[in-house]
C-alpha cells in the first residue's frame, strides 16, 4: 500500500515548537518533489513549504519564513517540517504531499492523512 503517514502534532503553547514527520511506505520518495500543507478551520488548505527532489529547492510560505523549515532524508524515506516560535494563527491540521512532477502545488499524487497542531496558551 502506497502511503504517507503524519506524525509529530499536538499542542504547543505559542512561541513553542512542535517538529513533524511524514513516513513513506510502499514507494520511495527520492525522486518525488515534496511538501507540507495545512488547513485551518473554515479555510482552504495552502501550502506552508515545498522542497524539490534534490533538497536544492526550498519554498515557503511567507508567514512560516524564518521560522519553520523544510527538511528530507531520503535513506529514511521520511520528510520533516521544523516549526519554532509557533503562533495561534498557525493552528490547523498539516499534511506531507509528494509528487513527481508538480512543485509546491495542489496537485499531488500522495498525500498524507494529516495531523493536527494546535498553538493556544
Known amino acids: 500500500q502506497l502511503q504517507l503517514v503524519e506524525s509529530g502534532g499536538g499542542l504547543v503553547q505559542p512561541g513553542g515548537s512542535l517538529r513533524l514527520s511524514c513516513a513513506a511506505s510502499?514507494?520511495?520518495?527520492?525522486?518525488?518533489?515534496v511538501g507540507w500543507f495545512r488547513q485551518a478551520p473554515g479555510k482552504e488548505r495552502e501550502g506552508v513549504a515545498c522542497?524539490?527532489?534534490?533538497?536544492?529547492?526550498?519554498s515557503y510560505r511567507d508567514s512560516v519564513k524564518g521560522r519553520f523549515t523544510i527538511s528530507r532524508d531520503n535513506a529514511k524515506n521520511t520528510v520533516f517540517l521544523q516549526m519554532n516560535s509557533l503562533k495561534p494563527e498557525d493552528t490547523a491540521i498539516f499534511y506531507c504531499?509528494?509528487?513527481?512532477?508538480?512543485?509546491?502545488?495542489?496537485?499531488?499524487?500522495?498525500w498524507g492523512q494529516g495531523t493536527q497542531v494546535t498553538v493556544s496558551s
Open positions: 510502499g514507494f520511495t520518495l527520492d525522486p518525488y518533489n
Open positions: 504531499a509528494a509528487d513527481r512532477s508538480s512543485y509546491c502545488s495542489s496537485r499531488n499524487a500522495y
Open positions: 522542497m524539490s527532489t534534490s533538497g536544492g529547492r526550498t
